[in-house]
């Protein structure tokens, strides 16, 4: 059954809820800001995309439950720390004060630690599913979380800070910093329907393309959005000397790059038939949405 992405929003926010730590048990306030960071909102983009590739390929609902928490768990502790002081030092996160402003730096870190763990023991833990299963889930999870995927991308971020590059130099760090998490989301869904590598093969190119249409719409956002919209401090790039998708291409020329990104991810989809509907529609989204 086809699914939307505010039904897999819905459903992501049970299964993350039902997986952190209650705050009636911590005399700490490290189980608050845990909760703080995953439930503040957010568009769960990751969730969907193991849940729509997951249920395109027949898996269960139910059996993508724990694989959408824990990217999204991945993704929540890197907001936390990718806001801290010694990083973006932002103050804004979906509209609400961040992480380390609402608590303090230490838990910050703490929170953003514990979330990371806690993804990886949702798929550990993942009885629905084969052991074997699981095995690759956290293998593919960690590859793109880590200094190949995302952290390696984030910290060629921060090398590049008021540096000049090339389309293929930003590309290769998008890839990482927000592609790779995306890719292992559409993964994560093959992996729980038993998908053959050809067809996880499909879902990686399509979330690839995806991936850098996400990001190239927020480089763009970043310059045309206001800041109560996007829920974020818009601007933020161009202050810090960021290299950016419109610096490099114009605003024109970073739309028309977004769009043949879009087009990538639907020529990917070809062979999936109608059941991949849902991931069309977000290709779709990603480049048309306004925050």
């Known amino acids: 059954m086809a699914i939307t992405l505010a039904e897999a929003a819905e459903r992501a926010e049970g299964a993350l809820s039902a997986r952190l730590p209650p705050e009636a048990d911590d005399p ?12 503040g909102g957010g568009k769960r983009v990751r969730p969907f995309l193991v849940y729509a590739a997951g249920s395109a390929l027949g898996a269960p609902l139910e059996h993508l439950d724990a694989p959408a928490a824990a990217v999204e768990f991945i993704h929540a502790y890197s907001l936390v720390h990718d806001d801290l002081p010694a990083m973006d030092d932002d103050d804004l996160r979906r509209g609400r004060p961040t992480c ?15 979330l990371q763990g806690l993804a990886f023991s949702a798929l550990a833990e993942a009885g629905a599913l084969p052991e074997v299963t699981r095995l690759r889930m956290v293998a593919s999870l960690s590859r793109a979380a880590g200094a190949e995927g995302m952290v390696g991308g984030q910290a060629r971020d921060i090398n590049a800070v008021g540096r000049e590059t090339d389309l293929a130099g930003l590309e290769a760090m998008h890839r990482r910093k927000t592609g ?26 399509y979330a690839a393309a995806v991936g850098l249409a996400f990001q190239i719409q927020d480089d763009i956002l970043d310059v045309v959005g206001d800041t109560a919209t996007l829920g ?3 601007g933020a790039d ?6 950016t998708y419109p610096a490099l291409l114009g605003l024109e020329g970073a ?17 999936l038939g109608d059941g991949a509907e849902p991931l069309r529609d977000l290709a779709r989204y990603v480049i048309e949405r306004d925050h």
């Open 100 to 114: 380390h402003r609402a608590f303090d730096e230490a838990t910050a870190i703490l929170a953003g630690d514990a």
């Open 28 to 39: 700490t306030p490290l189980a608050a800001a845990m909760r703080y960071a995953v439930t």
């Open 238 to 243: 161009a202050a810090r000397e960021k290299p």
């Open 180 to 205: 790779a998490l995306i890719e292992a989301s559409a993964r994560l869904g093959g992996l729980a329907a038993g998908a053959d590598d050809a067809t996880l093969g499909t879902l990686e190119r």
């Open 232 to 234: 974020k401090t818009g």
């Open 255 to 271: 739309r028309e790059r977004a769009r043949a990104m879009v087009d990538d991810a639907l020529e990917a989809l070809a062979e």
